[in-house]
């Protein structure tokens, strides 16, 4: 029964892109609406599950669906918006950005922090490597809001090892974990930096 479950979240989110891309292609709101729909409770049903004899595989190619599904469903936002020229105001769009990237972000990590075989710095250094994942997606869509919810799964994985893990490692390993992280940090840096710089350009290049 529990593996049914954490299989039908998978189900539902798998779903939710059908819906997503007959909405998108006809560009039909009560299939976009289902899809939402269906998204929403697969995605509460996920965040709320607590079973714990479920198999790593399992899990991950659920909450892998449901994470695909909020990814596409931001992709397919901004395409109907501009296709039908919908009108929203920018305080709205602004919520709904924050939700439907926020969302992918937060389910990340409790996929990560529900996996057994992962623990102590792992999983730390599991949250880092997902919010560089995260970082190269904004990276990739040019969607301000990713790159925030990076940072701030940058910012949970720190706050997890200065609190916890700084005071559990010993010699060594404690010194490894501040230099992954600060590696981390400047990989961050850097990537911004330069998608930065290649930004104002193409600027300049549109404006002359």
């Known amino acids: 029964m529990v593996a049914d479950g954490i299989w039908g979240i998978g189900g539902l989110a798998i779903v939710g892109l059908v819906f997503m891309a007959y909405g998108v292609a006809f560009c039909t709101r009560t299939a976009l ?22 198999s790593i595989e399992a899990r991950c190619l659920s909450y892998g669906a449901l994470i695909v599904y909020w990814l596409c469903w931001e992709r397919a936002m901004l395409y109907v918006l501009v296709r039908t020229g919908v009108q929203v105001e920018a305080g709205h769009r602004k919520f709904l950005e924050a939700i439907v990237t926020g969302t992918p972000a937060v389910l990340g990590i409790i996929c990560l922090t529900r996996i057994d075989l992962i623990h102590d710095f792992y999983l730390t250094i599991s949250w880092t490597v997902w919010a560089l994942a995260f970082f190269g997606w904004a990276l990739v ?19 997890r090892a200065f609190l916890v893990d700084v005071w559990s490692l010993q010699g060594l390993y404690r010194v490894g974990a501040m230099m992954f992280l600060g590696i981390a940090l400047l990989t961050v840096a850097y990537g911004y930096t330069r998608w930065r710089a290649t930004q104002v350009k193409k600027e300049g290049e549109s404006s002359d």
């Open 141 to 159: 869509t040019g969607q301000s809001w990713f790159r925030y919810m990076a940072l701030g799964i940058i910012g949970v994985a720190l706050s």
């Open 33 to 54: 609406v289902i899809s939402l729909i269906t998204g929403v409770f697969a995605t509460g049903s996920a965040m709320l599950d607590q079973a714990q004899e479920v």
